[in-house]
């Protein structure tokens, strides 16, 4: 035993464990242009792949000719749905239970849809032999709109049978793919016909996209001296994405290894399975050559994972003191060509049904009718957990028009409408458990904070001198409170194709005291390898800065199903802890056996186990981690590993209080943040750095999807937003400065408490940037205006409420 | 395909030289010829800023520029601003000011950064805005990449005076 000349406190700092402003591990590669992304993959002989894709949104596809192509010097091979046909790769499963095309067979459902996959020496090869592979098209009539999509006779879908069930139930229409309800239709119709007050509103949230920096793309590499078939992509789902390509090429599991390397932003468009990686496989198991795949930033636009798209008609009653009694709410969910979105299996509208939001709403009831269309497929969480930002926006934009309707303040409303600290579990009208909140507390604290009342009175003035002509500026106050959900989550109810979303850590402690610990989950710039490092050092009483954090190479990394709807801490992140539990268990053994005690009697403290009564008596875990492998003690094997798989019992619920100040100008239809306050409760925090940064960027994709960002069709179905000459990603320049701040309320039922913060400033930033613009116009009569609200589309608010006049 | 053109460059103080087709874009020269993969795409349109180097002392986004037009030139990559042992004070302050998040931005954002600081040693938040108005980033919301350049400023003047 040495003398324990360091206080606790040291000792604690030491670790950097849990609460730490920890600086990132990570930072040192990216910092010197040393991470190792898909495209710096390089293999040798390494051949690139390129699609010819589909200039028409719907068309026949009469004849492909590939002859020319195949002459241009370093093509080597042309695939179409004819070759993949005899491996029946030619369509593949989609994540939504539906198929999708690999390549067009006999016609293509949106503009951008993958024809055909050129192989060759390298990219302008590629890229030549895309040029020349001739494709005859016969044009069909194009539907763009949802709702004439479920009228018209013109059937995308003809590989459908029209009278046989889709993967979620029966179909009304050979354009209908399914209707999922939640909660009780007549029960809420009639708290809505006996209502005081009720308003109605449609509500659309527009059709946009994740667009992480890097695109999508990977490097199939088969190996066919040892039958093994290497796969690096751009996956937020490593492990899921074996099982499926084993699934669907016949390979076995073992003898498929996904690596996901470093991966510049997902955002929910690496979740899902693209033609790409099949095609990269076909074409490396064909040519016996790894085959590098990337998109380029049409592709990614155009084809992969577009987010939202939802048409949602809403009813809210309350009586005339405000008090909600009852919500409805009919969604018409755009799918695109084929049902690909990414939810869990029982869910195809994702977690819409969280869409009672932060309040105490008795009754209600929800109705998604999901229709293709000839835009692309897809329906991806962007940077939220399945549908919560479509639901966050639908509440808190009906709370507004129920606060117009009632000639309430929207403030007061959402107040006394808040679930109460005490109600928590809550269970709502829609089938949710909410594990804990403190809703009240956050909101007053965020209002106090921004001096609301002091806002309003000013915007009152502007109002006043606006009509008295001193100014053509406007001032709206954007309030919002969401409830998330997030951390998906138990296995008896969550599932993507048939996979539980389970997650894991597995843990080995080096004999000299340090560590390393694998997840089934992969980072995408959330740090992982520094929060999850801090979760151990806590949990094991080893530093931080010696546990080495892996993950996204399926071959070494433990079964888990990845990184998205903020599932990482409140999934892997207990996963992690209770596998260091376990390692702390044997440790406790092994420690009373050196100190030649009961196990009972010894007790964990920061970094070490002490006597109880006597905490000059330890053993740091560095001298237990030696002894785990070097001394033979009786009744305990030799080692220090652990394993844990985690079935969460339940989602959590994070939750948070968003004000927004913006100044609007009525004549250029320009705005102007002036303020942007954001309380965030996530439970326990793991690393506050990292966590402000995680709101700083989602708050800065909230103002993008809320001001300027949109996947748009012309009426032919022709992409006219696919480059970012005209999809909207604000710069430094657009970007306001954030006000962060917290409560912590922790999970109950999370091993440390911790609720997931990733994708809360995106759920909870649209509806304050929205809202504020609403609220600027309210005095003029605004009721709801769609998203996005670019300066075009504000200057058009203006002009039809007469301000222009 | 046409004839293939012979280029000198000077690639962080190394000289190269080799033969490429007219076609060919600075980034992919930077990327697949001579290894350098901390540029990186995101666009391929001059918008993201990902693919930044410093060519004879400006800022070029190198995906809008064939190589043949950079012949004879001194290009700077992300590669040449530091070393592990002694990185760049920008280096520093991007780690230190959690500047980066998935880190795809973070070469040009760097290295255009770099530039910045040359041509305006002492910027106010309003000029770093502006001056970094070219590179995207998804990520991060700009405020920690703002605040570190400002930081690194703060740095590098710091050094200066106390070399004077
Ligand atoms: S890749 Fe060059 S600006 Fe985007
Ligand atoms: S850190 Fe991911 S794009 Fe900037």
Redesign the pocket.
Known sequence: MKDDVTSREDRVANLKGMGCERKRVEDAR?TQGKGNYVDDIKLDGMLAGDFVRSPYAHARVVSIDTEAALQVPGVLAVLTAKDLEPLGLHWMPTLAGDKQMVLADGKVLFQGQEVAFVVAEDRFAAADGVEAVEVEYEELPVIVDPFEALKTDVVLREDLDPNADGAHGPRKHPNHIFTWEAGEKEATEQVLDAAEVVAEENIYYHRTHPC???TCGCVASMDKVNGKLTLYGTFQAPHAIRTVVSLISGIEEHNIRVVSPDI??GFGNKVGAYPGYVCSVVASIVTGKPVKWIEDRMDNLMTTAFARDYHMHGKISATKEGKITGLWCHTTADHGGFDACADPTKFPAGFMNICTGSYDIPTAYLAVDGVYTNKAPGGVAYRCSFRVTEAAYFIERMIEVLAIELGMDAAELRRINFIKKEQFPYHSALGWEYDSGDYHTAWDKALKAVDYDGLRKEQAERVEAFKRGETRKLMGIGLTHFTEIVGAGPVKNCDILGLGMFDSCEIRIHPTGSAIARLGTISQ?QGHATTFAQILATEIGLPADSITIEEGDTDTAPYGLGTYGSRSTPVAGAATAMAGRKIRAKAQMIAAYLLEVHDDDVEFDVDRFVIKGAPERFKTMKEIAFAAYNQAIPGIEPGLEAVSYYDPPNMTYPFGAYICVMEIDVDTGEHEIRQFYALDDCGTRINPMIIEGQVH?GLTEALAIAMGQEIAYDEMGNCKTGTLMDFFLPTAWETPNYTTDHTVTPSPHHPIGAKGVGESPNVGGVPAFSNAVHDAFRPFGLRQSHMPHDHWRIWKTANDLGLHD | MSKKMHIKLNVNGKDEEFLAEPRELLIYTLRERLNLTGPHI?CETSHCG?CTVTLNGKSVKSCTMFVAQADGAEVTTIEGMGSPDALHPLQEAFREHH????????PG?ITRAAKLLEENPNPTEEEVRFGMAGN?????GYQN?VKSILAAAAEMNGAKEAAE
């Open positions: 990216f992480p920096l890097e510049g932003g710039g960027g | 995101g990902a500047g980066l998040q998935c880190g795809y931005c973070t954002m995207l980033c998804r990520c991060t990449i």
